[in-house]
């Protein structure tokens, strides 16, 4: 109200001193007010858009989060109960994560989405790490990647170690066939003495700790047992059915590894969502708090301006009424 006023006060003062002001003082007061308002106009609406842009983005980042949520149930429950299929194998041969092999593969289990933390960062890492621990002369490491993800980060220095690519792994919900399925394609394309299966072991929401699961092939196994160790207590079991040694030993091999690697990506799975629950929780979060600087911005701008308009009115009736 205060402002129209002094608006329509300056008016009549223009008005009532027309006959005497020249008329290129009054086009120069035109030019300089459109000049003001155009400037005030740009400042503050480049700030509006800014944080309509903002609050866009909250809404989608909020949503990724509800999505992600949604899925862990499903998905955390699956998880849990696959933990029951590899721990028997454990519990009879052992990890075998310090065994000395010349053939390693390395399978790294990694994602096909980001905007998950950095859970695919820390499975390469790991994996870079294990060839590094299992590297020397007369022994070889390859690289199996599971999701585009992981096959982006090896892929850059390491790419003549790469056996083999898979993606779009979690694009439907995951059942043992499947992954029983892929682990065949990998045993028969792939050769190796030990499998070294580098995923991300869910325990919460926040906490995924890097995880190295080791499958070792038959014949080790097998020469393992010969020598001893915690191996040796195979020689305990009878065999039925008329097979060998080597027989059970192959079929053994095979059942642990598609196991364990349906384990491993439904724990990976897992904690892909986990982490791009938080991350979106804290996108969310940062949303906020820019939002409320550019809040804070907006107004200082616009009370600036309004007080530079005040202050141009009032001098000009000033000193046309002088």
Not at 250 to 267: G, P
Request: include cysteine.
């Amino acid at each position: 109200m205060a402002m129209a006023a002094l608006r329509r006060e300056g008016r009549r003062f223009l008005l009532s001193s027309a006959s005497s002001t020249p008329i290129t003082a009054r086009s120069a007061i035109s030019n300089e007010e459109s000049c003001l308002f155009g400037a005030r106009s740009i400042s503050t609406q480049i700030v509006r858009n800014r944080m309509k842009s903002v609050r866009n983005i909250q809404k989608i980042t909020k949503a990724m989060k509800m999505v992600a949520a949604s899925k862990l149930r499903g998905v955390q429950t699956k998880t849990e109960n696959s933990r029951g299929l590899w721990q028997p194998f454990v519990a009879l041969l052992g990890d075998g994560f310090s065994v000395d092999v010349k053939k390693n593969v390395v399978i790294t289990v990694s994602s096909d989405k980001g905007l998950c933390g950095g859970i695919n960062s820390t499975s390469v890492k790991v994996s870079k790490a294990l060839t590094r621990v299992y590297s020397g002369p007369e022994k070889e490491t390859k690289y199996v990647v599971l999701g585009e993800k992981g096959k982006a980060q090896l892929v850059r220095d390491s790419k003549n170690r790469i056996e083999l690519t898979i993606s779009e792994l979690q694009k439907n919900p995951l059942n043992y066939t499947q992954v029983a399925v892929l682990a065949d394609d990998i045993l028969k394309n792939v050769e190796f003495d030990a499998l070294r299966i580098v995923f991300n072991k869910f325990h919460s929401v926040v906490s995924f700790p890097p995880t190295v699961s080791t499958i070792l092939s038959p014949e080790i196994v097998e020469k393992e047992s010969e020598a001893g160790g915690r191996l040796g207590d195979l020689d305990l079991y009878e065999i039925e059915g008329g097979e060998t040694k080597s027989e059970v030993l192959q079929n053994l091999s095979e059942f642990q590894f598609s196991c364990v690697l349906f384990n491993a990506v439904l724990e990976n799975g897992c904690s892909e969502l986990g982490a791009r629950m938080s991350a979106m929780d804290s996108s969310s979060k940062n949303a906020g708090e820019m939002l409320d600087r550019l809040t804070l911005t907006y107004n200082r701008t616009r009370q600036a301006s309004i007080t530079t308009e005040l202050i141009e009115i009032i001098s000009g009736a000033s000193a046309l009424e002088g």
